[in-house]
């Protein structure tokens, strides 16, 4: 859940990765949920280069 789309397919790692992460882990303690809710790195590459995360407005209104 918490790894970059780069390190998930194989490629090289660098702090980019660590601040996907990063944002992964600010978007679960703002929004209540992680972007992706998926079972396995298949389906979570997927998700991430053809939808993208739910839209912030629909998943909590107090956050300015």
């Known amino acids: 859940m918490y ?3 780069e390190c998930l397919s194989g490629q ?5 990765n660590d601040l ?3 944002g992964i882990v600010l978007y679960e303690m703002i929004y209540g949920q992680v972007p992706y809710n998926c079972n396995s ?4 590459l997927a998700l991430i280069y053809n939808k993208g995360p739910a839209l912030e407005s629909t998943l909590n ?3 300015p």
């Open 41 to 44: 790195a298949e389906e979570l």
């Open 12 to 16: 090289s790692y660098g702090i980019n």
């Open 3 to 5: 790894m970059s789309p």
């Open 61 to 63: 209104f107090t956050v």
């Open 20 to 22: 996907y992460s990063l």
